[in-house]
Nanobody, 125 residues
Framework: QVHLVESGGGLVQTGGSLRLSCVLS????????MGWFRQAPGKEREFVAA????????SYADSVKGRFTISRDNAKNTVYLQMNSLKREDTAVYYC??????????????????WGQGTQVTVSP
């Protein structure tokens, strides 16, 4: 059975930093791209960042480019999202996801087969 467990969310002030982690079990972690998405209250889930299976290619939403960094450690079955210079509009539940295909680095939900339960990130004024 596939499990993705996120951690690292919390309350942070504007301009602060957080690092999210997501551990995958039940699948061969190194074979798939991994992604982060987020959903704010009253809004649809949106793409944040994705990383190729070897970690040699990354993709970011324009709203987080230059502030967030996605990385992975295949030996630990873990993907990370380093979030710096946080803004109020970054407040959301953040979800990690494991890709559905052996190729590509998807930017849409349809490209991901398995999802975590989410971790709340709240950025205060």
């Amino acid at each position: 059975q596939v499990h993705l467990v996120e951690s690292g969310g919390g309350l942070v002030q504007t301009g602060g930093s957080l690092r999210l982690s997501c551990v995958l079990s039940g699948r061969t972690f190194s074979s798939y791209a991994m992604g982060w998405f987020r959903q704010a209250p009253g809004k649809e889930r949106e793409f944040v960042a994705a990383i190729s299976r070897r970690g040699d290619y990354t993709s970011y939403a324009d709203s987080v480019k230059g502030r967030f960094t996605i990385s992975r450690d295949n030996a630990k079955n873990t993907v990370y999202l380093q979030m710096n210079s946080l803004k109020r509009e970054d407040t959301a539940v953040y979800y990690c996801a494991a890709g559905v295909s052996l190729i590509g680095v998807p930017r849409t939900s349809e490209g991901y087969a398995d999802w975590g339960q989410g971790t709340q990130v709240t950025v205060s004024p």
